[in-house]
């Protein structure tokens, strides 16, 4: 980000600190996926389904962010809509999955994407695209 940017965004009240440095948090090695079992596809399909009960109380939100700075390769104008596809395609499949292990989820796209960027120390080239909330259905 260019010195002028930076300038600009602080005028703005929008200039994002920079991520966390340092020692991070110790590896937590999780166990390999499970690539057999779970509902055909068919049946997965037909159980997908988005559930808002209870959704505050839920135990899991995953963040969807784009980050930017790793789209080198793809042209600035299409860097926001390819990112949003790859989050769609993202949510699907934890839609899925939830389907298939009796998990209750749901797509939030109203949410406050500054607070959420400021709570995870996000810089100006990373995004909030979404948020998925899962849980156990009511």
């Known amino acids: 980000m260019s010195t002028l940017t930076k300038l600009a965004l602080g005028l703005m009240g929008q200039l994002r600190p920079e991520p966390p ?21 068919m049946e997965a399909l037909a ?34 809509s390819y990112a949003s596809a790859a989050a769609g395609a993202i949510a699907q499949n934890v839609y899925f999955y939830c389907a298939s292990a ?13 607070a959420i960027a400021d709570a995870l120390g996000l810089t100006h080239d990373q995004q909030v695209l979404l948020a ?3 849980g156990f259905p009511a």
Do not use: N, Y
């Not at 784009?66 to 789209?71: E, F, L, S, W």
């Not at 009796?102 to 500054?114: E, F, K, Q, S």
């Open 21 to 41: 440095k340092g020692d991070a948090a110790k590896a937590i090695h999780l166990p390999p996926p499970a690539k057999s079992g779970g509902l055909p596809l």
């Open 132 to 134: 998925q909330t899962v």
């Open 102 to 114: 009796g998990l209750a989820t749901v797509i939030c796209a109203w949410i406050d994407r500054a």
């Open 47 to 80: 159980k997908r389904q988005s559930a808002r009960e209870f959704v505050r109380e839920a135990p899991l939100d995953l963040v969807f962010v784009a980050d930017h700075a790793r789209m080198g390769m793809v042209p600035v104008s299409l860097r926001e």
